[in-house]
């Protein structure tokens, strides 16, 4: 009954959750760059078969926004915040299923570590934002969900770790994990066949986008399209660390909070991983092994750092303190002077102060994060060359540009160089194509100015760039 329930009370909870930040941070009336680029560009772009830069690399992302797009019945500059928020909430049901099916914990220790990981900034702070990171979490815990299922099915695994690559890059740490799973439990020429079969077909979808773009150079690195930097090492250890216990504070982290929420939550995170560990090792070590990778994955990137980087991290943290609970849990047992409803007590006084040592600070610190957000006293940056009219909006914005063009008052290529480039021609052309309009250019003309930029020239070559 409870594996029933539990899971849909964790995913309507979540999604409450997340769309209220999403709501909250809407409530300003602002596309940052990122967001124009990876929810109206970008799926546009892979319909072209176009890629527009080296760091439009995560094509399962832009799958991802391009069919939502097409579903969403509204569909305006900020479509993608609530899109992103549901999705995420699948998050806590999939965690919910691992720390009963594999790490053997009781309902409402299961629930509790799905619930904890949500609600940690490290989860929060990502879940609302329209860009690819936090998506790669979704599948990349589904991928070893499936990898250590006692189903035959477990050689798919690969398949779903190979659309968390896509997704978002830090899906490497998930996928590097659920090939390894893999490769141990091969017992049979058949299951090595299966394992093979796949990884290749996960090969396959990671680089299905080289074949798809006209123009497809880059896959998969993106930011980190330098290579592997082990230079720094040390520092981007360090930064890990500040990352989680100090200030989260980077790229797209619309938060001041650590993303462990506090020292303190880190330390009982900290202790709690350590507990899952020695006691259900042989349970616990593929998740844990998944932080690792993250950490591992991070110290050698050459991208751009970030909290958005290590959401894994967050992922594991509160999904081990289920087990952890589990076995304090165990360790008040009955006894002939204390009857069962006493130890009942205890046991649910056990879970409750775990709850609010840990969630505690998490739910506190997202509180506040809202309200700032909600009221502007954190605003969100206008972080590429969109001059809003004076007095208007960027949506205003926007509206005066598309007249502008429709009326042939202004070219493209005065829009693309006065009002951000590619990003702001491709919003104006999915904003009118979802909506039913035609649009005030034909993606013909928006390709025609994509060939006049930096851009083009590092993907496509002279040849056929100006």
Same mark, same amino acid.
């Given at each position: 009954?409870?594996?029933?329930?539990?899971?849909?009370?964790? !995913?309507?909870?979540?999604?409450?959750? @997340?769309?209220?930040?999403?709501?909250?941070?809407?409530?300003?009336? /602002?596309?940052?760059?990122?967001?124009?680029?990876?929810?109206?560009?970008?799926?546009?772009?892979?319909?072209?078969?176009?890629?527009?830069?080296? %760091?439009?690399?995560?094509? #399962?992302?832009?799958?991802?926004?391009? /069919?939502? $797009?097409?579903?969403?019945?509204?569909?305006? =500059?900020?479509?993608?915040?609530?899109?992103?928020?549901?999705?995420?909430?699948?998050?806590?049901?999939?965690?919910?299923?691992?720390?009963?099916?594999?790490?053997?914990?009781?309902?409402? +220790?299961?629930?509790?570590?799905?619930?904890?990981?949500?609600?940690?900034?490290?989860?929060?702070?990502?879940?609302?934002?329209?860009?690819?990171?936090?998506?790669?979490?979704?599948?990349?815990?589904?991928?070893?969900?499936?990898?250590?299922?006692?189903?035959?099915?477990?050689?798919?695994?690969?398949?779903?770790?190979?659309?968390?690559?896509? @997704?978002?890059?830090?899906?490497?740490?998930?996928?590097?994990?659920?090939?390894?799973?893999?490769?141990?439990?091969?017992?049979?020429?058949?299951?090595?066949?299966?394992?093979?079969?796949?990884?290749?077909?996960?090969?396959?979808?990671?680089? &299905?986008?080289?074949?798809?773009?006209?123009? $497809?150079?880059?896959?998969?690195?993106?930011?980190?399209?330098?290579?592997?930097?082990?230079?720094? %090492?040390?520092?981007?250890?360090?930064?890990?660390?500040?990352?989680?216990?100090?200030?989260?504070?980077?790229?797209?982290?619309?938060?001041?909070?650590?993303?462990? &929420?506090?020292?303190?939550?880190?330390?009982?995170?900290?202790?709690?991983?350590?507990?899952?560990?020695?006691?259900?090792?042989?349970?616990?070590?593929?998740? !844990?092994?998944?932080?690792?990778?993250?950490?591992?994955?991070?110290?050698?990137?050459?991208?751009?750092?970030?909290?958005?980087?290590?959401?894994?991290?967050?992922?594991?943290?509160?999904?081990?303190?289920?087990?952890? /609970?589990?076995? =304090?849990?165990?360790?008040?047992?009955?006894?002939?002077?204390?009857?069962?409803?006493?130890?009942?007590?205890?046991?649910?006084? /056990?879970?409750?102060? &775990?709850?609010?040592?840990?969630?505690?600070?998490?739910?506190?610190?997202?509180?506040?994060?809202?309200?700032?957000?909600?009221?502007?006293?954190?605003?969100?940056?206008?972080? %590429?060359?969109?001059?809003?009219?004076?007095?208007?909006?960027?949506?205003?914005? !926007?509206?005066?540009?598309?007249?502008?063009?429709?009326?042939?008052?202004?070219?493209?290529?005065?829009? #693309?160089?006065?009002?951000?480039?590619?990003?702001?021609?491709?919003?104006?052309?999915?904003?009118?194509?979802?909506?039913?309009? +035609? *649009?005030?250019?034909?993606?013909?003309?928006?390709? &025609?100015?994509?060939?006049?930029?930096?851009?083009?020239?590092?993907?496509?070559? *002279?040849?056929?760039?100006?």
């Amino acid at each position: 009954m409870a594996d029933g329930v539990l899971p849909v009370v964790l !995913f309507v909870a979540a999604a409450a959750w @997340n769309l209220w930040f999403a709501a909250g941070a809407s409530a300003q009336g /602002v596309l940052t760059g990122e967001e124009a680029s990876v929810d109206h560009r970008d799926p546009l772009a892979l319909s072209l078969h176009w890629q527009p830069s080296i %760091w439009s690399t995560n094509a #399962g992302s832009q799958l991802f926004y391009l /069919v939502a $797009g097409h579903l969403t019945p509204d569909y305006g =500059l900020l479509y993608a915040r609530p899109v992103k928020a549901a999705a995420m909430a699948l998050l806590p049901v999939l965690l919910y299923l691992a720390a009963r099916r594999r790490l053997g914990c009781r309902p409402v +220790t299961a629930a509790m570590g799905a619930a904890l990981a949500v609600v940690l900034p490290g989860v929060t702070s990502v879940a609302w934002v329209g860009t690819e990171n936090g998506l790669e979490a979704v599948w990349g815990v589904a991928a070893l969900l499936v990898a250590t299922s006692r189903r035959r099915v477990w050689p798919v695994a690969p398949v779903l770790a190979a659309i968390s690559v896509a @997704n978002y890059t830090a899906g490497l740490a998930w996928a590097a994990v659920t090939v390894l799973v893999c490769l141990w439990r091969i017992r049979s020429l058949r299951d090595a066949a299966l394992v093979v079969a796949g990884s290749a077909l996960g090969g396959a979808l990671v680089l &299905a986008p080289l074949r798809w773009w006209h123009n $497809g150079a880059v896959i998969v690195t993106g930011g980190g399209h330098a290579g592997a930097d082990l230079h720094d %090492w040390r520092a981007r250890l360090l930064d890990i660390g500040h990352l989680l216990v100090d200030d989260g504070g980077s790229y797209y982290w619309f938060s001041s909070a650590p993303m462990l &929420a506090s020292r303190v939550t880190a330390a009982a995170l900290a202790v709690a991983a350590a507990v899952a560990l020695v006691r259900r090792f042989s349970r616990v070590w593929p998740w !844990f092994a998944v932080s690792l990778a993250a950490a591992g994955l991070y110290v050698v990137s050459s991208g751009v750092p970030g909290s958005r980087r290590i959401v894994a991290i967050a992922v594991v943290a509160g999904l081990l303190t289920a087990p952890a /609970v589990d076995e =304090l849990i165990d360790l008040v047992r009955p006894a002939h002077r204390f009857p069962g409803p006493a130890v009942i007590m205890v046991r649910a006084l /056990v879970v409750v102060a &775990a709850i609010v040592a840990v969630a505690g600070p998490g739910l506190s610190d997202g509180v506040q994060n809202r309200s700032e957000l909600a009221s502007g006293t954190r605003p969100l940056p206008i972080d %590429w060359p969109f001059p809003v009219d004076r007095g208007g909006t960027q949506a205003s914005t !926007f509206g005066r540009l598309d007249a502008a063009l429709r009326s042939g008052a202004m070219s493209p290529t005065q829009v #693309g160089d006065g009002w951000g480039g590619t990003r702001t021609l491709a919003v104006l052309v999915a904003l009118s194509e979802r909506n039913g309009r +035609t *649009p005030p250019l034909p993606p013909s003309a928006l390709l &025609a100015y994509y060939r006049t930029t930096d851009d083009c020239r590092e993907l496509d070559g *002279p040849a056929v760039c100006r």
